[in-house]
């Protein structure tokens, strides 16, 4: 059985940073692109970051370059999302799933509230 199990969300200040991690379970982690999203309140999911099965290629949402760094560690069956300089913005929930498609039921997601 798949399981996607968030973690790292939490309450931040403008300018604060997060990593967030995502432990995968019950497929060959290894051999899949992996990707974070993210869905506000009120707003549809949205694609932040994705990453190659191997870690050897990444491509960033235009809202997360610069700020965030997606990667992985495959002997731990996990994606992480390094999150600098957060912003109000940045409030979500926020998911891992397949890199270009969404392979898996959505794990719970971890929350992050960025606010002074």
């Known amino acids: 059985q798949v399981q996607l199990v968030e973690s790292g969300g939490g309450l931040v200040q403008p300018g604060g940073s997060l990593r967030l991690s995502c432990v995968a379970s019950?497929?060959?982690?290894?051999?899949?692109?992996m990707a974070w999203y993210r869905q506000a309140p009120g707003k549809e999911r949205e694609w932040v970051a994705d990453?190659?099965?191997?870690?050897?290629?990444?491509l960033y949402a235009d809202s997360a370059k610069g700020r965030f760094t997606i990667s992985r560690d495959n002997a731990k069956n996990t994606v992480y999302l390094q999150m600098n300089n957060l912003k109000p913005e940045d409030t979500a929930k926020y998911y891992c799933n397949g890199r270009n498609v969404v392979r898996w039921n959505w794990g719970q997601g971890t929350q992050v509230t960025v606010s002074s």
């Open positions: 019950g497929f060959i982690f290894s051999i899949y692109g």
């Open positions: 990453i190659t099965s191997t870690g050897g290629s990444t």
